[in-house]
């Protein structure tokens, strides 16, 4: 499998606790030179995320997750991210779950 892009490892790597990581943005450029980004999380970071809105009312008192760019990860950690990364790029199915953004409405 081709490494992830180099600009992937570079946001990547300046997460705390790299093996725990459950909630990080990722931009991709690939060789094309389109841009690609996506929030991962993971169902148990969304669980957390809307226990504690339930507390600080945030969406409703937590009755709703919204995030426009979601692709979910199973499991936490850079390594697992960058993993699904590489495979999602090698396939070409990063066009399918990321949103682009090098383009203009």
């Known amino acids: 499998m081709p490494a992830p892009p180099s600009s992937l490892i570079s946001s990547l790597s300046c997460a705390p606790a790299l093996t725990v990581v459950e ?9 094309d030179g389109s ?4 929030t ?3 169902l148990a ?6 226990d504690r809105w339930k507390v600080t009312g945030e969406c409703l008192d937590g009755s709703y997750f919204q995030c426009a760019d979601l692709v979910i990860f ?3 950690g850079i390594e697992t991210a960058t993993d699904l990364l590489g ?3 090698s ?5 399918d779950a ?4 090098d383009i203009e409405n």
Do not use: K, Y
Request: hydrophobic share 50%.
């Open 23 to 31: 909630n990080v943005d990722v931009e991709v450029a690939l060789d």
């Open 35 to 38: 841009r690609w980004s996506a």
């Open 74 to 76: 199973e499991r936490g």
């Open 87 to 89: 495979r999602l790029v």
């Open 91 to 95: 396939t070409g199915q990063i066009r």
């Open 98 to 101: 990321f949103v682009r953004i």
């Open 40 to 42: 991962l999380l993971t």
């Open 45 to 50: 970071e969304i669980r957390r995320l809307m």
